[in-house]
């Protein structure tokens, strides 16, 4: 079946600082890809999507990019804030039942 | 538009009992898909409902089952409770049938004593 790897974190950082989290993908066809957030006592919110190879998803300053060559979708930020500071997953879906990677927290110090 | 609700938000039950857990999705969206979350397992994929029809199930025992009012409002039982099936559930809907974007509820946790 299919699956998603994130990195494992937790993943500390100075505000300002730039953020990747890795996220590789295995499935027998051609899933979308997507990135979720999850702040305490809170449900998944999408953060960004992609549904083709080279499609690059993007949102409140965060990317990632389709990668089929690396089966990867890894999430970026240029400078990150105290109030990104939440749990990071990486999921796969569109005509694929959801996987979902085991998620990276994120801790981001003023 | 209100966002997925789900009903409660909390829940203590002991080991042997049964649950059911309320969803109510997004107006217009007809697909329901429900989560179970541990901090041992991840994330995973329980069932989902399109139409009152479900299309898809996870790997979960049978004492995990649901449905869907024609109103897409979904429920989700769980019978014969363990201390395993302690939890966070979460729903999330959708417009399409795929699984393209999904809008999640803030869940119900799940305390088995």
């Known amino acids: 079946g299919n699956s998603v790897t994130q990195m494992e974190g937790p993943v500390t950082l100075s505000e300002e600082a730039f953020l990747t989290i890795n996220c590789t993908y295995t499935?027998?066809?051609?899933?979308?890809l997507f990135w979720y957030v999850q702040y305490p006592g809170e449900g998944l919110q999408l953060l960004l999507k992609?549904?083709?190879?080279?499609d690059k998803g993007s949102n409140k300053g965060f990317e990632a990019t389709y990668r089929k060559e690396t089966t990867s979708f890894h999430l970026e930020k240029g400078s990150v804030q105290v109030s990104d500071s939440a749990v990071y997953f990486c999921?796969?879906?569109?005509?694929?039942?959801?996987?979902f990677g085991r998620g990276t927290s994120l801790i981001v110090h003023p | 538009k209100a966002g997925v609700t789900q009903t409660p938000r909390y829940l203590i039950k002991t080991r042997g009992q049964q649950v059911t857990l309320s969803c109510s999705p997004i107006?217009?969206?007809?697909?329901v898909s429900w989560y179970q979350q541990t901090p041992g397992q991840g994330l995973q994929f329980l069932f989902e409902?399109?139409?009152?029809?479900?299309?898809n199930k996870g790997n979960f025992p049978g004492r995990f089952s649901g449905r869907q009012f024609s109103n897409s409002r979904s429920e989700m039982n769980v019978s014969t409770l363990e201390l395993g099936d302690s939890a966070l559930y979460l729903c999330?809907?959708?417009?399409?049938?795929?699984?393209?974007?999904?809008?999640f509820g803030p869940g119900t946790r799940l305390t088995v004593l």
């Open positions: 992609a549904t083709k190879a080279d």
């Open positions: 107006s217009g969206h007809r697909s």
């Open positions: 409902y399109f139409s009152e029809t479900q299309r």
């Open positions: 999921a796969s879906g569109g005509s694929y039942i959801p996987t």
């Open positions: 999330a809907s959708s417009i399409q049938e795929a699984y393209n974007e999904q809008f």
């Open positions: 499935a027998t066809g051609y899933p979308s």
